[in-house]
């Protein structure tokens, strides 16, 4: 079965850190792009990042810029979100998606979704 699965979520305080997993299966990430977004309450859910394979690049939204980073070890087909000097407003669902064309899009145009994973960010 083709799937992605998120963990590491959980609950921090401003200023803490944490790394979400998105583990796949069914398929291989190497030549995928990878996506994180999130969904925070009462908003629509909107890409933060993604790393191209096309290319090579990585794309951010402001809100992240040098404070997340994404990173993927192919060796164990999985990819990461390391996420540091979290604030309130970073408090979301934050799902991984993958494109096997291996181009980044804003839209969620992906082939493959995780669940989602809670992060809640306060003091």
């Known amino acids: 079965q083709v799937q992605l699965v998120e963990s590491g979520g959980g609950l921090v305080q401003p200023g803490g850190s944490l790394r979400l997993s998105c583990a796949a299966s069914?398929?291989?990430?190497?030549?995928?792009?990878i996506a994180w977004f999130r969904q925070a309450p009462g908003k629509e859910r909107k890409i933060v990042i993604c790393?191209?394979?096309?290319?090579?690049?990585?794309h951010y939204e402001d809100p992240v810029k040098g404070r997340f980073t994404i990173s993927r070890d192919n060796a164990k087909n999985t990819a990461y979100l390391q996420m540091n000097r979290l604030q309130p407003e970073d408090t979301a669902v934050y799902y991984c998606?993958?494109?096997?064309?291996?181009?980044?899009?804003?839209?969620?145009?992906?082939?493959?979704w995780g669940q989602g994973t809670q992060v809640s960010v306060s003091s």
């Open positions: 069914g398929f291989t990430l190497d030549q995928l792009a």
């Open positions: 790393s191209s394979s096309r290319d090579g690049s990585t």
């Open positions: 998606a993958a494109e096997r064309r291996g181009g980044c899009h804003p839209k969620e145009i992906y082939d493959y």
